[in-house]
């Protein structure tokens, strides 16, 4: 037999905020929770048989009438909000209110799903450099590109720089059809995609018109000094370790580092060891460092990619 737990919002627009269009919002809570979740005039209810999940539902709905004073509510805020609500998370309500990323000119505000999503935050707000390592679908790359935006856009930083090593998997880039861009794209493309998934499109071209942000491969970052600049080394599992010497030592003053990579995806040639293993292996006793590790219980992607992952490593072992 349910139970059932109701909420009253005497305010109509926070109510319809809450809702969402079409109920959307509640439907994002009712699929948390596992429960339905229905309105009736300015009353929200929650049916479960589970009187355990009510204090949740009630904070949950709480939180989002006082966010909806403030912004807009989208899914992304109500599951970020979920786990830093959830018991079993160990993210708590200050850690989460305080660990977000809002990118100026967008309305996209980025809150940790978990706590290691919060511990990177933290570490890239306090920190000049940070190793962010851990499988694909953790959101390592995806949460240091904004931290860059916000950085550049906030002018806490001149310039963003991305940089990838570039891996030939079977042909030379100089066999490849195309220009230099054209050679290097299928290798950058991630990068961009996510600066176009965070910016509108038309600041993102008034950034790529001031020169705000670089998007190169690795070995095109030999020899130069980068001062006050935002720079991100993404899929740095592929480095060798004198790759990765040379880029920790491109860091000029003023300037951050955020170092992304899975350890379990190196595609160097066997012979060549991974510079970011011996990187984490040799500077963990620095604590101007940061090192953030993800596993397979952070991936936010999609659940089928943690399942995939978990079959992968079952295979390996």
Same mark, same amino acid.
């Given at each position: 037999?349910? *139970?059932?737990?109701?909420?009253? +919002? ?12 079409? $109920? ?18 300015? =009353? ?9 999940? @009510? ?32 018991? $079993?998370?160990? #993210?708590?309500?200050?850690? @989460? ?9 967008? $309305? ?5 799903? *978990?706590?290691?999503?919060?511990? #990177? ?29 916000? =950085? ?26 195309? $220009? #230099? ?6 290798? #950058?493309?991630?990068?961009? !995609? ?7 499109? !038309? ?9 705000? @942000? ?19 080394? !993404?899929?740095?599992? *592929? ?18 580092? +955020? +170092? ?33 590790? @993800? ?23």
């Amino acid at each position: 037999m349910n *139970n059932r737990l109701m909420l009253v +919002i005497e305010d109509p627009q926070v109510l319809g905020r809450v809702c969402g269009p079409n $109920d959307s919002n509640l439907r994002e809570v009712s699929g948390l929770l596992n429960s339905r979740v229905y309105t009736r005039g300015n =009353e929200i209810f929650l049916e479960s048989p589970d009187k355990n999940i @009510f204090p949740l539902f009630k904070d949950l709905i709480e939180q989002m009438a006082d966010r909806s004073l403030k912004g807009n509510l989208d899914p992304g805020y109500i599951r970020s909000l979920y786990k830093s609500l959830h018991p $079993d998370d160990g #993210l708590d309500r200050g850690d @989460f209110s305080s660990c977000r990323i809002k990118i100026p000119g967008s $309305d996209n505000e980025l809150y940790p799903f *978990n706590d290691k999503q919060a511990s #990177l935050i933290r570490m890239m707000e306090e920190r000049d450099m940070v190793f962010a390592v851990g499988p694909a679908g953790t959101g390592k790359t995806y949460l240091a590109i904004a931290q860059a935006l916000k =950085e550049v856009l906030t002018k806490k930083k001149r310039k963003i720089i991305l940089t990838r090593p570039v891996v030939e998997a079977g042909e030379s880039l100089g066999f490849l059809p195309g $220009d #230099l861009e054209q050679k290097l794209n299928p290798y #950058l493309r991630p990068l961009y !995609d996510a600066m176009e998934d965070l910016l509108p499109n !038309d600041l993102l071209v008034r950034m790529n018109e001031n020169n705000l @942000f670089e998007v190169s491969p690795l070995a095109y970052m030999r020899g130069r000094s980068l001062k006050n600049c935002f720079i991100v080394l !993404d899929e740095a599992q *592929n480095t060798t370790q004198s790759q990765m010497k040379m880029f920790l030592t491109r860091m000029g003053e003023g300037s951050k580092a +955020i +170092i992304t990579g899975d350890v379990t995806q190196i595609d160097l040639p066997s012979r060549k060891k991974s510079g970011l293993i011996h990187a984490c292996r040799i500077l963990k006793d620095i604590d101007d460092i940061g090192f953030c590790y @993800f596993d397979k219980t952070h991936v936010i992607r999609s659940p089928l990619v943690k399942k995939i992952i978990v079959a992968y490593e079952s295979e390996e072992n």
